[in-house]
C-alpha cells in the first residue's frame, strides 16, 4: 500500500475523505469509493487507479 | 450488413483438408496429426479408430490415398500418413474400444455377408445398440482378409472391436431369398456378399445400389460393387450410417463419395523438409514420428488468420469475428444483442490485405468499415476512439491550415498539389519544397491544403463524412476542377471510392516524368546502401504510386531489395485510427512492418514513415532524398508542433508565393507550461495537446476546483474535455505552470452533472 497522501479541496480547504463517487462509460453505471471533498464533492482520482482498475474497466466494456 | 454474411457463406475455414477429401474414411487427419505430433498415440489411436472400426486391419492394407492429393507431393515427398499410422498401432497401449452405456434399440438391421465391409456395418450399428442379424454362409468371418492378412492379426482386430457389442451371428446361412429376410421384420439390410455373390436383384437395369422392399431399406456395398478392400470397409461405414437416417427419418440417402474441397493454402507455408525413414523395421521411432507428422502443414484455408493483423492479432478466425461483430452492430432489442466487439470492430486498420488473400472473396474490411457506421448510428461508438483525430481533421480544414489557392497570379489551375493533412504538420518543408518544384514544372498549379475526410469515415460518422466529401468537392470545383497530384495514397484511394469524378495523379508519378534532376549530397550519401521500399497498404492496386517511386529511387541511383512478399502486408498501424482503441495492436503491427526486412525502408506516405520513426526503424519518405529533408531516424514533433507546422505552412505559402498576409491567427496562449520529454511523450501517448493541458488549468483556476498535496506542495485539476477526462498534476512557478504528471480516462464522472449545472441532485455527496 503506498502512503495516502494529505489532499486538500483547495475551494473549500478541507481534507478529502473517502466515499462513494458515481461513474458512468458506455451506459454502464458503477459506484466506486475514492477521495471526495465533504463539502462540495469534488474526487481526486489518483493515476494509479485511472491507469490500473479504471482502464481494465473500460476496456472490459468495450468488449463486453 | 446482409451481403457481408452472405459472402461468409463462401467461407472455406471449415472446409476438409486435401487429405481428409481424399481419404475414403474422411480420416480428421488433422486431429490424428495433431496428437501424433505431441506423441500421443494412445489418443491418436482413437481418432483413427474412430474412423476406420478396425484400425490394425486398415492400417495394414490402407494404400494411402491421401498421398496422391497431398501438396508436398510435388516439393519433396507427401507426408507418409500410412507408416504413421502404423507406428501408431503398434505404438498405442489402450487398444480396447469403449463401452458406452447407450439404451438398446429394438430396430432390426440385417447384414448379409461377413467379409470386411459387412462386419464394419455390423460393429458400427451394434456399437449404437441396433439389433443387428450377421448372416455369413461360410462357417469364417472375414472373406476376402484371408487372402490379404495373417488371420492372427485381423481376427484379433475383430475380436477386440467386437468384445463389448451383442449381435446375432448366424454362419453357415446363405441367404437366398431376400423376402425371407423381409418377412422377418428387418427394417434395413445391407447386402454384401462379397465379389460375385448375389445382389438379389436389388441393383436391376439402372444400377442403382439401394431399394425399398415395401418397408425395409436395402442397401448393397462393398466388393459385390467391385470396391478395393479399404473401400469395402468405408462402404460398410457409410452404410450403417445411411441405415440410421433411413431409420430416423424415413429417408433412402445413399451416400456418394466425394473427394472435392475448396480448401486452400498460401505455397509460402510449404518449405522443403526430406521424408523421414523409419529406421526400425518399418515404424517410426517417436523422434522420427514427430519429425514425419510435423512435415504435415496441417492444411487449412487459413491465409487470413496469417495475412489479417486483426485476425492474427486477437487468435481469432474470421468467422469467430463475424459473429461477434454481428451481434454488436444488432439492435439493443435483438436477440442476438451483446457489444463484444466494439474494440474489435475500431481496431481495424482498413489495410484490404484480407480482401487480396481470401480465395472466397469476402470483403472482410468492408464489413468492418459498415459495422462502424452501424455502432456510431446505434449511439454504441466510444467517442474517445475518434475525438482526437476528428478534432485534427477539424483544424485541417479549419481557418489556420486549410488552404484553396488557384496558383500565384493565376485564376485558373490546371493541376493542383493535394499533399493530405498530415505531410505538412510532420515537416512544412515536404509540401513546400514540393510545390515550389511544381511550380518550376508547370506554374498553373494550384494548392489545396485539407484533409480528405477519411478520419469522418473511420469514427463512423456518416453525415460527418459526408459533409467533409462535399466541402473537398466544393474546394475542387473553386480552383477550376484541376486534376489533383496526390502524395499520400489514402487520400488518393478515398479521392477514387468517394469522389470518382475528381481526375487524380500521384505525385510521384509526376515528379518521375521529364528529365531526372535528382541530385543533392543526400541522394549521394545514400548510393552506397540497399534499400527496401515499403508500399502504404493503401498504394495496394494503385500502380502508378508504386512504379512511380520505384522510378524516382532508380533515377536517384539508389539499390533497392523488394520485400520478401512486395507490397502484400498489412498496415503500419496508422490506419482506421486504430491505435487509440487499441494500442497494443498498434505496438504488434509496428513491430511485424518494422520487422519485414533488415534493409531500412523507402516509403511514401507520410504517417508510416512516423511510425517507422517511432519504432526506431530507419525509414525515409521518398521526398527526403529528392529534396534533401530528414534523415532515417530523428525526432518527430509532438502533437501541438504539428499543428503549429501546418499554420506555419500556410502563413509561410501564403506570404512568400501568394505576397498575402495570413487573415486568422491562432492566439498565443497566456498560460505558460514547463514540459519535461517525459510529460510530452506521455501527452502524446495520450493524444493529448498543450492547449488541453492549458484548458485543465485556467478551469481549476477560474472555479477553485482543485486538489492541494500538502506533502508534496503540488495541485491536482481534472476536467472533462469531450470524451475524455484529462488530470494534472502541476506546480505554479515564476515562470509559467510546471507539469508534474498527466493521465486520462474515458469513463465520466458523474459529478460533473452537477457541476455543469444540468443536475440539482445532490445524493452523490
Redesign the interface.
Known amino acids: 500500500m503506498e502512503a495516502k497522501p494529505t489532499l486538500i479541496c483547495d475551494r473549500c480547504h478541507v481534507e478529502l475523505e473517502e466515499a462513494e463517487a458515481q461513474f458512468l462509460y458506455l451506459g454502464n453505471k458503477m459506484r466506486h469509493k475514492v477521495p471526495r471533498c465533504p463539502q462540495c464533492g469534488l474526487v481526486y482520482l489518483p493515476e494509479s487507479l485511472v491507469t490500473g482498475r479504471m482502464r481494465k474497466l473500460e476496456e472490459a466494456l468495450e468488449e463486453k | 450488413m446482409d451481403q457481408f454474411l452472405k459472402q461468409f457463406d463462401q467461407c472455406r475455414q471449415w472446409e476438409k483438408p486435401f487429405c481428409t477429401a481424399t481419404c475414403p474414411f474422411h480420416m480428421d487427419v488433422l486431429d490424428f496429426q495433431e496428437k501424433m505430433a505431441r506423441g500421443s498415440y494412445n489418443a491418436a489411436f482413437k481418432t483413427f479408430r474412430n474412423a476406420v472400426a478396425f484400425p490394425d486391419i486398415v492400417a495394414a492394407l490402407c494404400p494411402e490415398y491421401c498421398a496422391s492429393s497431398c501438396p508436398r507431393k510435388d516439393l519433396d515427398q507427401a507426408v507418409q500418413l500410412n507408416l504413421l499410422e502404423k507406428t501408431c498401432v503398434a505404438k498405442a497401449t489402450k487398444k480396447d474400444p469403449t463401452d458406452y452405456n447407450v439404451p438398446i434399440k429394438n430396430r432390426k438391421i440385417a447384414v448379409v455377408g461377413g467379409g470386411m465391409s459387412g462386419l464394419a456395418c455390423a460393429l458400427r450399428l451394434s456399437s449404437k445398440k441396433y439389433d443387428v442379424s450377421l448372416y455369413e454362409k461360410t462357417d469364417r468371418l472375414g472373406g476376402r482378409l484371408w487372402e490379404l492378412l495373417p488371420p492372427a492379426l485381423f481376427l484379433e482386430d475383430v475380436r477386440r472391436q467386437f468384445q463389448f457389442e451383442n449381435y446375432s451371428l448366424h454362419l453357415n446361412t446363405e441367404v437366398l431369398n431376400i423376402k425371407e429376410l423381409v418377412a422377418q421384420g428387418f427394417e434395413a439390410i445391407y447386402i454384401a456378399t462379397g465379389k460375385g455373390g448375389s445382389d438379389f436383384g436389388v441393383l436391376g437395369e439402372g444400377y442403382v445400389p439401394y431399394r425399398l422392399d415395401k418397408k425395409t431399406a436395402l442397401f448393397l456395398g462393398g466388393s459385390l460393387l467391385e470396391k478395393d478392400p479399404i473401400h469395402s470397409i468405408a462402404d460398410g461405414l457409410d452404410m450403417a450410417w445411411a441405415i440410421e437416417i433411413y431409420l430416423k427419418t424415413g429417408k433412402m440417402e445413399y451416400p456418394i463419395f466425394s473427394s472435392e474441397t475448396k480448401a486452400a493454402i498460401s505455397k509460402d507455408r510449404l518449405q522443403t523438409l526430406a521424408a523421414i525413414v523409419p529406421s526400425n523395421d518399418g515404424i517410426f521411432t517417436d523422434k522420427e514420428s514427430l519429425a514425419e507428422a510435423s512435415r504435415c502443414i496441417r492444411c487449412q484455408c487459413d491465409s487470413c488468420r496469417t495475412d489479417c493483423d486483426l485476425s492474427a492479432f486477437y487468435k481469432k478466425w474470421p468467422l469467430k469475428m463475424r459473429d461477434e461483430i454481428m451481434s454488436t452492430v444488432s439492435p439493443s432489442d435483438s436477440i442476438l444483442h451483446?457489444?463484444?466487439?466494439?474494440?474489435?470492430i475500431n481496431t481495424c486498420t482498413d489495410c484490404r490485405l484480407f480482401e487480396e488473400s481470401c480465395p472466397a472473396d469476402i470483403k472482410f474490411c468492408e464489413m468492418l468499415r459498415e459495422a462502424r457506421l452501424r455502432l456510431h448510428n446505434l449511439g454504441?461508438m466510444?467517442g474517445a476512439y475518434h475525438q482526437f483525430w476528428l478534432a485534427d481533421m477539424e483544424h485541417a480544414n479549419g481557418e489556420f491550415a486549410a488552404l484553396v489557392k488557384t496558383p500565384p497570379h493565376e485564376t485558373q489551375s490546371n493541376y493542383a498539389f493535394f499533399p493530405g493533412c498530415q505531410l505538412g504538420a510532420t515537416d512544412p518543408r515536404y509540401v513546400s519544397e514540393t510545390y515550389r518544384y511544381l511550380l518550376s514544372k508547370d506554374p498553373q498549379t494550384g494548392l489545396l491544403l485539407r484533409c480528405c475526410g477519411v478520419p469522418a469515415a473511420w469514427s463512423g460518422n456518416e453525415k460527418r463524412h459526408a459533409a467533409e466529401i462535399a466541402s473537398l468537392k466544393n474546394d475542387w470545383e473553386r480552383l477550376g476542377c484541376p486534376t489533383l497530384i496526390i502524395a499520400c495514397p489514402s487520400c488518393a484511394r478515398e479521392l477514387k471510392e468517394q469522389l470518382p469524378e475528381v481526375a487524380t495523379i500521384s505525385l510521384y508519378e509526376i515528379l518521375s516524368q521529364g528529365e531526372p534532376l535528382w541530385g543533392n549530397s543526400k541522394i549521394q550519401k545514400k548510393q552506397d546502401c540497399l534499400y527496401s521500399i515499403f508500399d502504404p497498404c493503401s498504394a495496394k492496386q494503385q500502380e502508378n504510386f508504386q512504379t512511380g517511386v520505384r522510378e524516382l529511387v532508380s533515377q536517384c541511383g539508389i539499390a533497392i531489395e523488394e520485400l520478401p512478399n512486395g507490397d502484400h502486408h498489412g498496415c503500419c498501424g496508422f490506419g482506421g485510427h486504430a491505435k487509440i482503441?487499441n494500442p497494443a495492436f498498434g505496438d504488434y503491427v509496428a513491430k511485424q512492418r518494422s520487422g519485414l526486412s533488415e534493409n531500412p525502408y523507402i516509403t511514401y506516405c507520410i504517417n508510416c514513415r512516423d511510425i517507422f520513426y517511432e519504432e526506431r526503424k530507419p525509414a525515409l519518405h521518398v521526398l527526403d532524398l529528392l529534396f534533401d529533408l530528414n534523415e532515417e531516424t530523428g525526432a518527430l514533433p509532438n502533437l501541438s508542433e504539428r499543428r503549429k507546422n501546418r499554420v506555419q505552412l500556410k502563413e509561410s505559402l501564403l506570404t512568400e508565393l501568394w505576397e498575402e498576409k495570413m487573415e486568422a491567427i491562432p492566439e498565443t496562449p497566456k498560460t505558460k507550461l514547463i514540459l519535461t520529454a517525459e510529460i510530452q511523450q506521455k501527452m502524446n501517448e495520450q493524444k493529448l495537446l498543450e492547449e488541453d493541458i492549458i484548458n485543465v488549468l485556467e478551469f481549476a483556476d477560474s472555479?477553485?476546483?482543485?486538489?492541494?498535496?500538502?506533502?508534496?506542495k503540488t495541485?491536482?485539476a481534472?476536467r472533462e474535455l469531450g470524451y475524455i477526462t484529462c488530470?494534472v498534476e502541476y506546480r505554479p512557478v515564476q515562470e509559467g505552470f510546471e507539469i508534474l504528471?498527466v493521465?486520462?480516462?474515458?469513463?465520466?464522472?458523474?459529478?460533473e452533472m452537477?457541476w455543469n449545472g444540468s443536475k440539482t441532485d445532490?445524493d452523490?455527496?
Open positions: 451483446g457489444t463484444p466487439a466494439i474494440r474489435l454504441k466510444p482503441a472555479t477553485g476546483r482543485r486538489i492541494f498535496d500538502q506533502e508534496k495541485y491536482t481534472f488530470w504528471n493521465y486520462t480516462h474515458r469513463i465520466t464522472i458523474e459529478l452537477i445532490f452523490l455527496r
